[in-house]
């Protein structure tokens, strides 16, 4: 094990983005790795590298020596405190790849030196009804990869990081096909899209709209795609329509406030995926118009706001259903995986040293991004 963490450490060896007190401090026995974190919550772009301790390590778990990490907008919104306080020091990053390290007596699945990822779930209590049905993410005491706490106290830290240890469900095989560049987005941002649109039927006959075509909309763009779905892609920016006729579409959509651009579409389509995060002017009753009978309106976005009210009546004329859907599961991702793999499916990405961490989540902050930013880990 000493070997594994030498060689870990080395990975973080630029002294530019370390204090004077962090190189001569001593390290506790039991931190092991290192990691970018937000140490201040009112400098919420500011990353500091930090020493932190792993998840107590178990028979059933999986090491992670990590390569990329994908910068999420959930990273953003909780380091700007959108979606409430949050505990700090706290490294962020759940759209962890690499090649792992270390494997415990009990797994099955991984062997040193796979390549493996690891999501926006780090556990689960394994025994209630949701783990037992392949809906473990819906997990009443589901763990976050982050900003969450094990249950003998030790606290998650993120992919912005040198390492990962997680339960062998929670990590996830890369395909031999699938570059770890493409795959670190996938596991959150792709599995949010692909989750429901496995789960609510869009594939071949079935016409699918995506509204707001950024991260996770231009992931949706492309599985539904992949799926064998009429894609419709409503977006707001003009600037945005010839990039999302290259990703797939068949049909692009520039939207207004006042939701116009709804009315030719009245009972056209049998799914919508939501992925906007900002919930201001939303026309939300006229997009559930755009439905067909029994339609569904899906949310995946996850704004800071509430939703715009509807009304029981708009519900009514077509009997549209509208919910929402978390991340997905291992046997999800595996299949959104080898999808990729067989399509050869690559996200629209920007690559950046990890230590550049704050130009990403500030670029993602002002959507000065197209449409997903990987860091890469820094090398000694």
């Known amino acids: 094990m000493s070997s594994i963490i030498g060689g870990i450490k080395k990975r973080f060896s630029h002294a530019a983005t ?35 301790q792993p998840k107590t390590w178990q028979d059933t778990d999986v090491e992670i020596a990590i390569t990329h990490c994908g910068v999420c907008g959930s990273d953003v919104h909780t380091i700007t405190s959108g979606w409430g306080s949050f505990p700090t020091p706290l490294v962020v990053g759940h759209e962890i790849v690499g090649k792992v390290t270390r494997v415990g007596a009990k797994v099955k699945g991984f062997k040193v030196g796979d390549r493996a990822g690891v999501g926006a779930q780090i556990g689960a209590c394994y025994s209630c009804r949701s783990c037992k049905s392949d809906n473990e993410q819906y997990c009443p005491q589901k763990i976050n990869t982050y900003a969450g706490k ?27 096909k699938l570059e770890s560049r493409y795959a670190a987005s ?16 869009a594939g071949p006959g079935k016409k699918v709209g995506i509204l707001g075509i950024g991260g996770l909309g231009h992931y949706a ?62 026309p939300l009753n006229m997009y559930l118009k755009m439905l067909w009978v029994h339609g569904k309106f899906i949310s995946v976005g996850l704004p800071d706001k509430p939703l715009p009210q509807v009304m029981a009546f708009d519900f009514e004329a077509n009997g549209s259903f509208m919910g929402g859907s978390h991340i997905g599961n291992k046997k999800e991702a595996i299949e959104m995986l080898n999808l990729a793999a067989a399509k050869g499916i690559k996200p629209w990405i920007e690559e950046l040293p990890m230590k550049d961490a704050q130009q990403a989540v500030e670029r993602v902050k002002r959507n000065d991004v197209k449409y997903r930013f990987i860091l890469t880990q820094d090398l000694a």
């Not at 001569?24 to 990691?35: D, H, I, L, Y």
């Not at 996938?186 to 039927?201: D, E, I, N, Q, Y």
């Not at 290259?246 to 959509?253: E, S, Y």
């Open 150 to 176: 094990y249950p003998d106290g030790v606290k998650t830290q993120g992919g912005y990081s040198t390492a990962i240890r997680a339960h062998e469900q929670f990590v996830f095989p890369i395909p031999d």
């Open 18 to 52: 370390v204090s004077a007190s962090e190189q001569t401090a001593p390290v506790p026995a039991n931190v092991e790795f290192k990691g970018y974190a937000v140490t201040d919550a009112n400098n919420w772009s500011t990353f500091d590298v930090i020493h932190f």
């Open 221 to 282: 763009v492309l599985f539904a795609k992949a799926m064998g779905a009429e894609v419709y892609a409503f977006t707001h920016s003009e600037s945005k329509v010839d990039n999302i006729k290259k990703m797939g579409a068949d049909h692009v959509i520039v939207t207004d406030e006042e939701g116009e651009f709804t009315k030719p579409l009245t009972q056209e389509l049998d799914l919508i995926i939501s992925t906007r995060d900002v919930s201001d002017n939303m």
């Open 186 to 201: 996938m596991l959150c941002a792709g599995l949010t899209v692909f989750s429901p649109l496995k789960r609510h039927g």
